[in-house]
Structure formats: C-alpha cells, structure tokens
C-alpha cells in the first residue's frame, strides 16, 4: 500500500471535547471520525485495525467450529413482542415504521431472529448442536453515548448463538466459548480478566463477561485471588449487601476497572420457550431448544486496546492488530530518483514477502511523517535517504523499543517478520 492510495487523515490539534485518552488518539491518528452523536465513519487507518481484529475472531470461531452467517440489521416487531422485549427493552431499541406503517427495529441483539431461524429449520435432535456466528452493525440508542466508540450506539459486534437438545452439551459449548475468547483476547494481546456476571435483559442463567482491565473503564470489577472475579451487580447479590466497599472490606477483594469488551449466556429455554422452539428427543419427547448466546464488541476492542498501548507521541498498537506491520518513509523522494528508486525496490521486496507495509510517498518533511507514524502506533518504521540508498541500507525506528538500527538491504524481511 502506498499512502497515495491511502489517504492519512492525523490532525495535530483536535478540538473536540474528548475525555478519554483513546478518544483523543482515535481522532488524532485519524482512525475515525463522528457523523453525529454515537455514530462513527471508520477512515482507512481505523478499517484496517477492525478487519485485523476480525480475522482474529473468525479463525478462533472457526477452531470451536463456528459457522459464520449474516442476519439482516432491520429486524420485525412481531419477533420482539413474542419475546416480550419489545416492551422490555425499552428506549434503547430504535423503533422504525416502513411505509405500510408496519413496526420494526434495528437490530441491538439477535436472539430472536436467529431462534425464529432455527424453529423453522430445525425440528430433531439430530440436527443438533448448531452453532453460528455473524460480524455486523447493532444499534442501541444509548441513552447517553460517550468515549468515542467504546460506548456508541451504532456499533460493531461478533455475537455467536449455540442450540442444543441437552444441559450437557450446551455446558461444552459454553466452556468452549469461554476459551476460545480467552484465546482471542491473548492473541490480541491484552491485558484481560474474566468475571462473573449478571445476564442483564439478554437474561439466561449463568454468564461471563471478559473485561480489559483499565482505569477509564467503566465497570467496577472485584478480583480474589484465589476465584474468578465477579462485576459488582453480582458481587451485591452474592453478598445480600449493597455497599461495594463493605463488600470489599469484609472479603478480602481486589477493585479493578474494566472495559467489558466480551460477555458470554448460557440462555437455557429463555427464548425457545417464548417463541415455541421446540424439537424431537431420542425418546420422541418434544422439549424446548437450549441456548447460549455470546458477544464481543469488535469495535469497542479498537478503543480498549487504545487506552492499554499508548505514550505521549501516540499509540503502540500490539503487533497482531497494527494496521501496518511497517511504514516506510521515503526523504524527498519526489526530488531524488535515487532515493525513490531504491525505496521502489526495498518496498516490493517486502511485498514479496506478504510484509504489511505501507509506503510513505508523500511531499512530507521527515520530521512530520515520522510524527505521523508514531501517532498512529506502527510497530516499526523504516527510513530511506541518500545516505541509506548510498550505502544500500535502511535505517529502522522501532516504535516500542525506541531503537534506531542499520540494516542491509537483505536482511530488512528477516528482522521485520521476527516480531
Ligand atoms: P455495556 O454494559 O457496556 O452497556 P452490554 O452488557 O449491554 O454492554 P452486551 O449485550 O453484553 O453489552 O453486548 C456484547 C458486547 O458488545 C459488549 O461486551 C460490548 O463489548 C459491546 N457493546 C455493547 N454496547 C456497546 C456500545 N454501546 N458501543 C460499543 N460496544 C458495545
Ligand atoms: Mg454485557
């Protein structure tokens, strides 16, 4: 890619109102920018981090094996009022006429447009377990929309939904679930916990959230060392008392902030009973469908991963979600063939490797471009002058380590791809 074809949209100054340090930096990177309260034009920078992150997730779907799928975003009331949300949910879900006046909503979850699904299609035990997953665009009119995307009501969310004939093999799925968001957050290299938590009005019986923990976080977690932590909504229940302190005080608990970037349902019949989703047994029995639902927020993970990575000259995005694995900057190269020519050719040789790199061919002083590198997080950056191109060499930054190395023309590939 060459920043010809990639438009960089940083700003030195923003002048927006922005209270989070990943708000800031996600405008000043030019990763997104606001349409209107809640929603989010993702720029070209901000596309690439979110595509990153979601090839994550289908491969670890993918390993449980969870079939992806893509369900519509306009969802009809008639489903919602047999589940009894329609009235529940209240505020949040953005209600539409079309122009027969008939009643819709925007989807903000998709219990019931996946179980109508599976009650049409699915009528035995054989057909069991099914397991699907979809990336796509929620709305909840988030009574009040902050942070950027970390709380926007227009919102990108994985959000998978398991249906079972059996408690057992819908506790497998769960506790698959379970690991491969582990596995997820790892890879995506953050700094996370797993917590206990309420089922909210997805509802259900029993329910995980995956936090990553960070002081701007707005949920308040309570850590024991030797048990998985809890969400305070729990913690309160657990312990028949309402002041966190006292709670906190009397058991011995650890107080984290935490960013809730997955959460994970086993629903039972919830849904299916509402919505007379039933099927066949062994024994020719008809029992309602168990169920497990399981989100995570693509786009809120851009911002989390943000306030986690960060120093004064911007962000540090951890490596398997940089945008770029390496930008290149060229120093005048619009006034010295040499320099561009050798730079032309160091760049398909790292293309020729499958090496991420973005080529940094703008009119720029070096000073800005390498200004805009490290505000947008890329974990390296290479430098090509005269005195490189003299000496068939480049000289590296790297972003984390703050070091500044020479390197022959051959052995650019090997460093950059040993992360
Ligand atoms: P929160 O408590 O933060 O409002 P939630 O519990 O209502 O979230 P879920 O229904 O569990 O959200 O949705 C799954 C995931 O979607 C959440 O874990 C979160 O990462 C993400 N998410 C939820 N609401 C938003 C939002 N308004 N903006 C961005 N991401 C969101
Ligand atoms: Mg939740």
Redesign the pocket.
Known sequence: MKTSNFPIFTQKDITSEAELISHKLMIKAGIVRQLTSGLYTWLPLGHRILEKIKMIIREEMNAIGSTEILMPLIQPAELWKESNRWEEYGPELLRINDRHKREFCFGP?FEEVITDLIRKEVSSYKQLPINLFQISTKF?D?IRPRFG?????E?I?KDSYSFHSSEQCLNETYKKYSSAYENIFKRLMLNYTIVEADS?N?GGNESH?FHVIADSG?DDLLLDESTQGMNVEIAKIKYGETDVQKIINENNLKHVKGI????IFKLGDKYSSKMKAEITTKESEKINLLMGCY???V??IVAAAIEQNNDEKGIIWPSSISPFDVALIEIDGHKDKLVRNFSAVVYQKMQDSNIDVIYDNRELKLGNKLNDWELMGIPKVLIIGPKETKNNIVTLKDRVKETKTELHVDNICDVILQR
């Not at 995307?149 to 009501?153: D, G, K, N």
């Not at 809730?260 to 959460?263: A, D, K, M, N, W």
């Open positions: 979850t909840r988030e995307v970390m709380r926007a009501r919102f969310m909210g997805i959230e707005e809730e970037v997955g959460h989100g995570i927020g786009s809120r």
